[in-house]
């Protein structure tokens, strides 16, 4: 059965999430394959780093022995500076892996016109735009800096706080517009993929602020009550026990379970950006669509041939 859902289609502002999700509802299976392939290594590091900087070596080593021990290396601050600053780097190469792998499977997606590419295709092509898609991550760095100076002035009155997370979503669709285009086309550079996210950006500025971010809302609402679980099962145990919050911070039982939160954490992190950037695919797609006809005119073209056949 072809799952296929034509991302090239003109639409309104439901009709794009409607798409969306229809073509996660669809492709759910090989998205998560290809995510969990290519990410699976770096999710172990994450998770390891996290937990080590924000618990300390002792919480493993109580893990392994099944005994808490308040060990002097717990409070370490060069080993949770060391695995904050290992744990950055990998979200780094995690964030750029994620964009390129949801360009490329969009882009042999609708190649293709058939759900379920290669898996190893799409990371054959994704992980030639690395380089170019660190690029576009430090530009972006770069130009938050006279936004953030912006967001400053606008925090002075109450009609620029208003504005200020406007201006936050605007930046986040133009960075994940741009990130798309470059893993979609073959041939665009990092610096022409910015400014053809400007341009998607503003071509439909309402619509595409406003499918970035009740799409993203909706994506991270989801992420969020997985991540609740864990606290959810610490309270209900802390809530049904005779010790005492002491003898709690140093059960082996809440120290699993803290380890078992920093392993979803580190999973749902990962997944809500790879999810995220195919929104921006979708939304690409249809602003492009939108402006330029490329889609239509093809087919119009196509039924012409027809009937001169």
Not at 48 to 72: E, H, P, R, W
Not at 75 to 88: D, K, P, Q, V
Not at 96 to 109: D, I, P, Q, T
Request: glycine letters at 8%; a neutral charge; charged letters at 15%.
């Amino acid at each position: 059965m072809n799952n296929y859902i034509e991302p090239r289609l003109r639409r309104d502002f439901g009709g794009v999430i409607t798409a969306y999700f229809d073509f996660l509802k669809g492709d759910h299976k090989n998205l998560f394959k290809v995510f969990l392939t290519y990410n699976f290594i770096f999710i172990i590091i994450l998770f390891i780093t996290n937990y080590i900087a924000n618990s300390g070596l002792s919480s493993v080593v109580a893990l392994a022995n099944g005994t808490y021990m308040d060990q002097a290396m717990d409070g370490s601050l060069e080993t949770s500076y060391i695995a904050s600053g290992i744990g950055i780097v990998i979200n780094i190469i995690v964030i750029l892996l994620n964009a390129s792998l949801a360009g490329v499977y969009l882009r042999l997606y609708e190649r293709d016109r058939e759900g379920n590419p290669n898996y190893k295709e799409v990371f054959h092509y994704a992980k030639k735009k690395l380089g170019g898609m660190f690029l576009i991550v430090l530009i972006g760095g770069i130009a938050f800096i006279p936004i953030w100076i912006v967001i400053v002035i606008c925090a002075i009155t109450v009609v620029g706080i208003i504005a200020i997370p406007l201006i936050l979503i605007a930046y986040a669709t133009w960075v994940g517009l741009s990130m798309f285009a470059f893993a979609y086309d073959e041939h665009m550079d990092a610096v022409a993929a910015l400014g053809k996210g400007w341009e998607m950006l503003f071509s439909k500025f309402w619509k595409a602020v406003g499918v970035s971010f009740v799409t993203s809302i909706l994506i991270y609402l989801a992420s969020t009550l997985f991540q609740l679980l864990p606290v959810l099962i610490v309270t209900f145990y802390g809530y049904n026990s005779a010790e005492d919050n002491v003898e709690l911070e140093s059960n082996i039982f809440i120290k699993a379970v803290e380890f078992f939160f920093y392993a979803i954490n580190s999973i749902l992190g990962s997944l809500t950006f790879f999810l995220i950037m195919l929104v921006m695919g979708y939304l690409y797609f249809n602003l492009h669509e939108t402006k330029y006809n490329v889609f239509l005119k093809n087919r119009i073209a196509k039924l012409g041939v027809r009937d001169e056949e």
